[in-house]
Each structure stands twice: as structure tokens, then as C-alpha cells.
């Protein structure tokens, strides 16, 4: 089993709609979360760091559920440019090392 | 800040023959670097932790005599890949991590290595 399991789409959907990405992770002691976005024959970048509150950035809102190891991404008014590979990224209390899910790739059309 | 930069952005080689990449911090001192590959249509797959001034802690399955880390500073990382071969085709990317005033880890550009 993979440690960071994503859907890897990919998603189709209209400018303006909303999407819903989720993630899995399977390692307990993972203490800090985050999604990036990645663009083709790009390195990945940092969209959000998740919270176990949940968060809101603009149009995208990150949720973390500790019980489940479950994170999920929200992407409202879906943009052309919104078009890209996102990647749930988990990392382990006491390392600086990332694990990364194979990511979910969206596309936006008109 | 925290710019993260890489040599070269691509590279073509033959088969046998040894790349070197290079892994910059522009604007920060890395205390710790990452050495990344990804393969086409998958995850980025850690190859290697490197810390300025010791040996490299390389994840299962790497070999660390073909893939060369050297952390000489704390802005400098490079990978050698050697005696390339075609399977090494990849996609390799860096990141640079500071405890100070980011406390995450930048990523290079990446370079995109193909071994023919």
C-alpha cells in the first residue's frame, strides 16, 4: 500500500464549477500535511499547508481528518489556470522528509 | 526569497557517460538538501537526504555509488549520475530546506535528463 494514496483522475470540469480532490495517508505518526500544485515539466509548488481545523485560501479550502488520515482539497470557481497535477504531501513528526501522492490532475475547460 | 535554482535545466547524454546537476539556495543558507526523481506520470520519489558536510542518507532501493551527492556548503548540493543509462531518464529535482525563518523546503526548477 502506498503511504500517500490519491485518485489520479483526471477530473474534467467547466470554468466555474467546483472540485474535490482527496488524499489517504497511512502513516500515524505524519504530523504535517500539505497540498502543492504541480504543472507539467514543472517542480511541484506550495498551494497550502493543511490544518486539522481545516483552512481557506481564497477559493480553496483544506480539510484534515486525524481519525480517518484523510485530507481533502477544495477548489471553488474553477479557472483555466487552475489546470494542473495537485499533490497531497504528508511529512513525518521529526523529519523534514516529504511523501508525495501521485498526485490528481485537473482540467479546467471553457 | 528562498530561491531555489538548477544546472542545467536539461541535459542529453550517452549512454555510459556521467551527468552532474546542480542544486543552488540563491538567497538562503540550506541546512538540509533533496534529491527528487520523477518518472513520467508519477510521484516525485525521494532519492536522497544530504546535510552540508556529511554523507548522504540515501532511501531504499537507490544506489548510492551511481547516484553521487556532495553537500560541500550550505547553498551548494550536487547529484552525479553515473554511468548513465537510459532507465535513468528522468526528471530530477532538488529542494532546499532551512529551519529559520521558512522552516520548508523550496524546489528547484528541476532537470530533465535524458540518457540515450
Redesign the interface.
Known sequence: RKEVEQD?GPFNVPEGATVAFNCTYSNSASQSFFWYRQDC??????LMSVYSSGNEDGRFTAQLNRASQYISLLIRDSKLSDSATY?CVVRAAGF????????TRLLVSP | GAVVSQHPSWVICKSGTSVKIECRSLDFQATTMFWYRQFPKQSLMLMATSNEGSKATYEQGVEKDKFLINHASLTLSTLTVTSAHPEDSSFYICSAYTSGTYNEQFFGPGTRLTVL
Do not use: A, D, N
Not at chain 1, 515539466?41 to 506550495?46: H, T
Not at chain 1, 523534514?96 to 498526485?103: A, D, W
Open positions: 489520479p515539466r514543472k517542480e511541484p509548488k506550495l499533490l523534514q522528509k516529504l511523501v508525495f501522492g501521485t498526485g
